[in-house]
């Protein structure tokens, strides 16, 4: 496959900037992609001249600018499980009053493509374009359910971060999750990637019966115990039906 150097160089410079260091220097940049000095900042000129970065007010740092999220958008817009399935979302945070979510497996993790917060005045930031660890996240344990074998163990293989005193960081424990994920049909996040969170989510599926998405809702301990947690699982299970049907429905609707 042939690659433009210019493009790709640029790319890097994109992909550099992290939420824990959202601003960078020049030489902080060319430091992260590899690049000599100026050969960093021709790129950025250029990429600055498009919106795809900005500089701070004191002319030290660059960021990434607003065009991408005009991109970002129009990609989000066009993804027919987010069309379909946001109407369900809102449905469910109006019955509950918990925070819903809706993701798609990305680059090994949980990309959130919409979420939908809820009314209560403790409830736990997010918007669309936050990402999250697979193997300790209620939505990330349902696509691992389900990937294929090669695949799940290529991740499994890979170490797995402990974020909390609960995150599950055994490759065999962690699967023997997975099992009961696909048994029960839902998974749940127990206080393993943010303490005093839990989390339950469930599989979205195409029209081939391949996992494409999932709703989650996650909530402070305190509202998701263990006694409401099937409740909530089986309305999120009603909801992903539904919208799995949709989806079905329209990859089988001629279009003109």
Known sequence: MYNVRAIDRAIQILSCFEDDAPEKTIAEIS?????PRPTT???LVTLHSGGFVERTADGERYRLGTHLITLGARVVNRLDVRQVARPFLVALEERFEETCDLGIFSKGEVLYIEIVQSRHALRLAGSPGLRSPAHCTASGKVF????PPDRLAQILNRPLARYTDKTITSPERLRQELEEVRIRGYAVDDQELNPGVRAVAVPIRDSGGKVVAAIGMPGPVERMTAERIPVLAQ???EAANAISARLAQ???TPRG
């Open 31 to 35: 430091s992260a992609v590899g690049l």
């Open 41 to 43: 900042l021709r790129i």
């Open 144 to 147: 691992l359910a389900f990937l």
């Open 235 to 237: 309305a999120l299970m």
């Open 250 to 252: 329209k990859d089988t």
